[in-house]
């Protein structure tokens, strides 16, 4: 690491329509606004939750209307509108100096369904990255959205992030990949209101010994608001529990004894059992070591 790294992770408010242009446009005015408080905190990169400019309601967009939900009319959508809130974003980004990862939907082309996406905004204003949801809830599936099929690694100052999105939390094959692909930082953006989920996040500090942003939209941060594990599984930093636009702060730093040790011991004496440390020790040929019949 060439300096102290110091994340900010935002709960911003979400919008659910994606025709609404008025709104999407405050929406874009607020995630910003969060960027200049997390510039001005010392921050490196912000992160912001799933679908931070717009995460679609399926009611919403059902062809059927709200009361039955169906397959999504993605011609509803401000498309146009969506693009110049990110360009903003991209923009101001660049202006700051600040890192910013934000979720919104990406089009494809013709009658394909967009991706649900994570946007990666250098400190130049530059899109370097784009992390789409590999792993779908069914409804998502159904009606929504394209499955992406890659994980994402960026690096800022010799730290390397790895992104997933709300329910891949519930695929701990994900997170295992990322330990493989030497991260030390997961990113993980939520639309959901669920506490467990958060645990489950959590769990992955210890298991893996990385750090975790966990962003959750402001409407939801009474359950579980947004904030940062350190290896080890422990919360370094929380943002208020209210339902407002915030940020929690901290600095990825290996300097205290606990994340330490889960750093430089844990995370490498994992990966040695794993690659056969056990395997010189093992009795063979000696019927005693495999009668499971008695004492």
Request: net charge negative; proline share 6%.
């Given at each position: 690491?060439?300096?102290?790294?110091?994340?900010?992770?935002?709960?911003?408010?979400?919008?659910?329509?994606?025709?609404?242009?008025?709104?999407?446009?405050?929406?874009?005015?607020?995630?910003?606004?969060?960027?200049?408080?997390?510039?001005?905190?010392?921050?490196?990169?912000?992160q912001f939750p799933e679908?931070?400019?717009?995460?679609?309601?399926?009611?919403?967009?059902?062809?059927?209307?709200?009361?039955?939900?169906?397959?999504?009319?993605?011609?509803?959508?401000?498309?146009?509108?969506?693009?110049?809130?990110?360009?903003?974003?991209?923009?101001?980004?660049?202006?700051?100096?600040?890192?910013?990862?934000?979720?919104?939907?990406?089009?494809?082309?013709?009658?394909?369904?967009?991706?649900?996406?994570?946007?990666?905004?250098?400190?130049?204003?530059?899109?370097?990255?784009?992390?789409?949801?590999?792993?779908?809830?069914?409804?998502?599936?159904?009606?929504?959205?394209?499955?992406?099929?890659?994980?994402?690694?960026?690096?800022?100052?010799?730290?390397?992030?790895?992104?997933?999105?709300?329910?891949?939390?519930?695929?701990?094959?994900?997170?295992?990949?990322?330990?493989?692909?030497?991260?030390?930082?997961?990113?993980?953006?939520?639309?959901?209101?669920?506490?467990?989920?958060?645990?489950?996040?959590?769990?992955?500090?210890?298991?893996?010994?990385?750090?975790?942003?966990?962003?959750?939209?402001?409407?939801?941060?009474?359950?579980?608001?947004?904030?940062?594990?350190a290896p080890g599984g422990?919360?370094?930093?929380?943002?208020?529990?209210?339902?407002?636009?915030?940020?929690?702060?901290?600095?990825?730093?290996?300097?205290?004894?606990?994340?330490?040790?889960?750093?430089?011991?844990?995370?490498?004496?994992?990966?040695?059992?794993?690659?056969?440390?056990?395997?010189?020790?093992?009795?063979?040929?000696?019927?005693?070591?495999e009668d499971r019949g008695?004492?």
């Amino acid at each position: 690491m060439a300096r102290t790294f110091r994340l900010a992770v935002a709960q911003s408010e979400i919008v659910e329509d994606p025709a609404d242009v008025a709104a999407l446009r405050a929406s874009g005015i607020r995630l910003r606004e969060l960027m200049v408080e997390a510039r001005d905190a010392g921050a490196r990169l912000v992160q912001f939750p799933e679908g931070a400019i717009t995460y679609p309601h399926k009611r919403v967009m059902s062809v059927h209307g709200p009361q039955r939900v169906g397959p999504a009319d993605w011609t509803r959508a401000a498309w146009p509108v969506l693009r110049a809130e990110a360009e903003a974003t991209a923009d101001l980004a660049g202006r700051l100096g600040i890192w910013v990862v934000f979720g919104s939907i990406h089009p494809l082309s013709g009658a394909n369904r967009p991706h649900n996406s994570l946007y990666v905004v250098s400190d130049t204003g530059k899109l370097v990255g784009r992390y789409d949801k590999r792993f779908l809830s069914n409804t998502e599936l159904r009606y929504l959205y394209t499955p992406g099929t890659e994980p994402l690694v960026f690096e800022i100052d010799g730290l390397r992030f790895g992104c997933a999105l709300c329910i891949e939390v519930n695929f701990p094959e994900l997170f295992a990949e990322y330990e493989r692909l030497d991260v030390d930082c997961v990113l993980v953006s939520v639309m959901v209101d669920d506490a467990p989920r958060a645990t489950v996040a959590q769990a992955y500090g210890t298991l893996f010994s990385y750090w975790l942003g966990y962003a959750v939209p402001a409407q939801f941060a009474a359950t579980v608001p947004s904030g940062i594990v350190a290896p080890g599984g422990r919360w370094i930093a929380r943002a208020p529990s209210r339902a407002e636009p915030a940020l929690a702060i901290a600095d990825l730093e290996v300097t205290d004894g606990e994340v330490a040790t889960a750093v430089r011991l844990a995370r490498p004496w994992r990966r040695t059992a794993q690659a056969g440390l056990y395997d010189d020790h093992v009795v063979v040929g000696d019927p005693r070591s495999e009668d499971r019949g008695s004492f």
